[in-house]
């Protein structure tokens, strides 16, 4: 069940209590987190809309540098609130998701540009092992690390092919000679030939 944002801000109040700050930094971390609530209680749900009100709200008063590092605070207490049960789901790691990508900070600089939804498309990678031939690729890492064996730079080739068979959808239904073939057309460095081969 969703209790935040709650109007008393208790949830805020209990959260900065249990950081165990200094003075100074409850203040700061306080004046971040009141301006975010204040942005949430503007919007029906919690989600990209409220992100970038609240990113655009600031924009005139920090610096974008400053503003990307406040919302590691706003990552921790999103943590904290799904820990709690005090909302469902956290938007950013939603958005991280969605966008095939591990870390917050991308998705964030992507809701600070300004054209959010245009940074969010191009921020979205294809899902690993996502391709025609992803399943087989991963069943063979896993059988490989299974027998025993480390299998670290391997995944990571067959992670880069299965990038460019989901850019490149017309191969599909090729054999996997003209694929490796268009492959290796893509980039014409050693190194790339020698990871075709």
């Known amino acids: 069940m969703t209790t935040w944002p709650d109007p008393e801000r208790r949830l805020i109040a209990r959260y900065l209590a249990g950081l165990g700050l200094r003075r100074a930094s409850c203040a700061y971390y306080k004046q971040v987190l009141n301006s975010f609530q204040d942005a949430a209680e503007c919007h029906a749900e919690l989600g990209k809309d409220v992100l970038i ?7 005139d008063h920090w610096m974008a540098t ?3 590092n406040r919302t ?15 909302i469902e789901r956290n938007p950013v790691v939603a958005l991280c998701e969605a966008c095939n990508i591990k870390r917050c900070r991308p998705v964030w600089r992507a809701l600070a540009s300004h054209d959010p939804e245009q940074a969010l498309v191009d921020l979205h990678q294809p899902k690993p092992f996502g391709s025609t031939l992803g399943a087989i690729m991963a069943e063979h890492v ?3 690390r299974n027998r025993g064996y480390k299998y670290t730079s391997q995944p990571v080739w067959f992670l880069r092919f299965d990038r460019f068979l989901q850019l490149n959808p017309a191969l599909q239904d090729e054999s996997i000679e003209v694929m490796l073939e268009h492959w290796r057309k893509a980039k014409p460095t050693l190194n790339h030939a020698a990871e075709c081969e």
Do not use: C, E, N, P
């Open 142 to 144: 896993a059988l490989m």
């Open 66 to 68: 400053t503003l990307l």
């Open 72 to 86: 590691r605070i706003i990552d921790r207490f999103l943590d904290h609130l799904v820990k709690t049960g005090a």
């Open 53 to 59: 009100a609240w990113l655009q709200a600031l924009s």
